[in-house]
């Protein structure tokens, strides 16, 4: 029986192995269908997600121009080593050779690489020479990468550095106009999308999601050969008289623009991983704000004109050189005895401008002041721009009044000050500043207001000549150039300590116009604080101002419009 049955058991088993067989490859034809049909974008997605990445595409910043089309700020294209500590980390003998290859500590970079095993990017070094980066990938090293970036550079270096500012690592701006205009300088990244091998090779491109697009150029109003101009004169000043700062600037007079703005100290944009005093970054033109001294005389002068009270040839009596005011002595440096309004701006005499003030009130001096941009943002965007301080009291004082009058009590930085004395270099007219060089579409939409009457700032303009002509016995000799009539003013004001005025501590200003007969320029001068017996205004800050202006005149090329006797210049006597 049993021997009858073992065919069929035989035949059974067969018959099962296949049939086990056959569900097998219908099971797996079965998967293969779900996976082909049913799975397919699923898996096609997790398959590219392996190979296919999508890899940024920088975009270069914007360059920065002068007027002329000098470049200032520059984006050049440099590498960036990174590596994938994830897979590096197991590889050390890897990360020995990166390490001797960027002339790295490399143990302190296999420190850093173990530390971020958990990560799949890091820079290892930025902003490296093409060549540089070249001889690094051509090693070959396993999971060790380049990136194109671009490296800011500034070919003008400290001479422009307060002004252009700077940009960081990532070329994003954090001084200066490349902080202002970084939304206009920053480029669009672009991205495009490559397939690359598990070792991260790029097998071939496919496509361009987004074109990289630059960033916009921006021109500037200075002028270069102004600027190292300003600079050089400025600098030799400041080292000369240890001076713990100084400003300069030179402002068109039509248009507003700043062709040249420069400060001391200064710093060079392309080295500043060892400064320690970050107040170096300052620019002072526009940040910094100090009480103007006597330079605000002239906008007394304005204030009396526009009263009636007062014509160039009305007399003040100074005598002795001294008077009290309350418990207060308001002083001249020397006894003037009696001058006429005209010599009150001619020997810059505190007394005068007093004795002016009690007679026509506080306001209108405030008044004129504020008409001419006092105590108001300049309005040219840069970071930290400040408005200084035009008091304004329920009550004035005596002293309060006095003190107004020859520029105590009020604040204002030397881009304010160049502003103001525009209004008188320009027939009475104030307009906006620029740093930005205007197009003659700009120039003819400027909006120009009438502050001062053409005829009473023409009376101060002449007045303003006197002081720098020795024969009128002007204060401030030294600030003539050569073949050109000057109008400008002096200025010495003492500084705040901590227990009030320093007795041995001043400001000095000179504010300069020229040429005098039709001004193209206002060149201001301020020195801070500086070392040494000397320390007014016609004495520090004057001879900066000639040495600018001279240069100036001849970079502008704008015509002699001083009268020179014939007989001097045929070298015959009178």
């Not at 699923?42 to 002068?66: E, K, Y």
Request: aromatic share 8%; net charge negative.
């Amino acid at each position: 029986m049993l021997e009858s049955l073992r065919p069929a058991i035989r035949q059974w088993r067969v018959l099962s192995i296949m049939l086990a067989m056959l569900l097998c490859v219908v099971a797996i034809a079965w998967k293969l269908s779900a996976l082909h049909i049913l799975q397919r974008d699923f898996l096609q997605g997790q398959g590219d997600a392996r190979t296919i990445r999508t890899i940024p595409l920088v975009a270069n910043r914007g360059l920065i121009t002068d007027r002329n089309g000098e470049p200032l700020a520059v984006s050049t294209p440099v590498q960036s080593i990174w590596v994938n500590p994830s897979e590096l980390v197991e590889t050390p003998e890897a990360v020995y050779s990166l390490a001797a290859a960027l002339e790295m500590n490399p143990e302190v970079l296999a420190s850093t690489i173990s530390n971020n095993a958990n990560r799949e990017f890091l820079y290892v070094k930025r902003r490296l020479a093409p060549a540089d980066a070249k001889r690094v990938m051509d090693l070959k090293l396993g999971h060790v990468y380049s990136q194109q970036e671009y490296q800011r550079f500034y070919p003008q270096g400290e001479v422009a550095a307060h002004l252009i500012g700077f940009s960081n690592v990532d070329d994003i701006g954090q001084e200066g106009l490349e902080l202002t205009y970084d939304d206009w300088l920053g480029g669009v990244p672009g991205r495009r999308q490559v397939i690359k091998d598990r070792r991260g090779h790029i097998i071939e491109e496919l496509n361009m999601i987004q074109t990289a697009e630059p960033g916009n150029n921006l021109t500037l109003a200075i002028d270069f050969q102004l600027q190292n101009l300003a600079y050089r004169s400025l600098k030799a000043e400041f080292i000369t008289r240890r001076a713990k700062g100084a400003s300069a600037l030179i402002l068109d007079v039509d248009t507003g623009e700043v062709l040249a703005m420069v400060n001391q100290p200064s710093y060079n944009p392309h080295n500043k991983a060892d400064m320690t005093d970050f107040s170096v970054l300052r620019n002072r033109a526009i940040t910094d704000v100090f009480e103007p001294g006597s330079t605000v005389k002239a906008f007394t002068i304005a204030a009396a004109l526009e009263s009636g009270l007062f014509d160039p040839d009305t007399i003040i009596e100074t005598s002795p050189g001294w008077m009290m005011v309350g418990p207060n002595e308001v002083r001249d440096i020397f006894n003037y005895g009696t001058l006429t309004l005209s010599k009150v701006i001619t020997k810059s005499s505190n007394i005068g401008t007093s004795k002016i003030a009690f007679e026509i009130g506080p306001e209108p001096i405030r008044d004129v002041l504020q008409r001419v941009g006092f105590g108001e943002v300049p309005g040219t965007g840069f970071p930290g721009e400040r408005s200084g301080v035009l008091p304004n009291p329920r009550r004035w004082s005596r002293i309060e009044t006095a003190t107004l009058s020859y520029g105590y009590g009020l604040s204002a930085s030397a881009l304010q000050l160049a502003r103001a004395y525009s209004v008188i270099a320009d027939e009475g007219v104030l307009k906006p500043v620029s740093l930005l060089k205007l197009s003659e579409a700009d120039i003819d939409a400027l909006p120009r207001e009438q502050v001062i009457s053409p005829v009473i700032a023409g009376q101060v303009l002449d007045m303003l000549e006197t002081v720098v002509d020795s024969s009128r016995g002007g204060s401030a000799v030294e600030a003539n150039i050569p073949f050109y009539d000057v109008a400008g003013k002096t200025g010495t004001a003492h500084v705040v300590g901590e227990y009030g005025y320093e007795d041995n501590l001043h400001n000095s200003f000179f504010v300069g116009l020229v040429p005098a007969s039709d001004p193209e320029i206002v060149v201001v001068v301020v020195i801070n604080e500086p070392k040494g017996e000397e320390h007014y205004g016609g004495q520090v800050a004057a001879p900066v101002f000639s040495e600018i202006a001279t240069g100036a005149m001849r970079i502008l090329n704008v015509p002699p419009d001083k009268v020179i006797d014939k007989n001097l210049w045929s070298g015959s006597s009178p």
